[in-house]
T-cell receptor, first 116, second 114 residues
């Protein structure tokens, strides 16, 4: 299989705090991980692509200082939403591939973030 | 430019009916991959199928079947004898030879009524 986990599954935080979301590939090494954001009843919006050991590549319009991504190992990537505000409330989903081009992306279960 | 179009926003069918979800894609690449994912209410995207551009054979997996036609740039998904558990949002996606980014369609929300 290709299992990807995310933690936490849901988080509620106060405005101004930072939230860290972990994404782990449980049974394979993920050279590349992706972070998406999904608003209700909308498609997935790619935020950034991260490769192990290098800086993430952010999509246009995504603030890299706001959404810090670290891909420290072949099985773990983290997304930190810094100084979260209510407009950051969303469903964040990570995915992972084994690294080759056009590889199937396997998705984590997502994290629902609510910023009060 | 890469683009995936899922024109059907919402579909409702009665249980046991067959339903086809449409997917039309655009790409200039000769090598590309097409995917279907299912997103149930829980939120997790479940991988259903991956098809490369050189393989136009239709595929059947249980009640699921896929019709890939390069001539019309379509990769349609049919569920036969639909069940309530099939209720979900289904996304079609394209991955091109120029990178490993996925281009997702806007999704089709399927509701199967018991």
């Amino acid at each position: 299989g290709a299992v990807v986990s995310q933690h936490p599954s849901r988080v509620i935080c106060k405005s101004g705090t930072s939230v860290k979301i972990e994404c782990r590939s449980l049974d394979f090494q993920a050279t590349t991980m992706f972070w998406y954001r999904q608003f209700p009843k909308q498609s997935l919006m790619l935020m950034a692509t991260s490769n192990e050991g290098s800086k993430a590549t952010y999509e246009q319009g995504v603030e890299k200082d706001k959404f810090l991504i670290n891909h420290a190992s072949l099985t773990l990537s983290t997304l930190t939403v810094t100084s979260a505000h209510p407009e950051d409330s969303s469903f964040y989903i990570c995915s992972a591939t084994r690294g080759h081009l056009q590889e199937t992306q396997y998705f984590g279960p997502g994290t629902r973030l609510l910023v009060l | 430019a890469q683009k995936v179009t899922q024109a059907q926003t919402e579909i409702s069918v009665v249980e046991k009916e067959d339903v086809t979800l449409d997917c039309v894609y655009e790409t200039r690449d000769t090598t590309y991959y097409l995917f279907w994912y299912k997103q149930p209410p829980s939120g997790e995207l479940v991988f259903l199928i991956r098809r490369n551009s050189f393989d136009e054979q239709n595929e059947i997996s249980g009640r699921y079947s896929w019709n890939f036609q390069k001539s019309t740039s379509s990769f349609n998904f049919t569920i036969t004898a639909s069940q309530v558990v099939d209720s979900a949002v289904y996304f079609c996606a394209l991955s091109s030879n120029t990178g490993n980014q996925f281009y997702f369609g806007t999704g089709t929300s399927l509701t199967v009524i018991p």
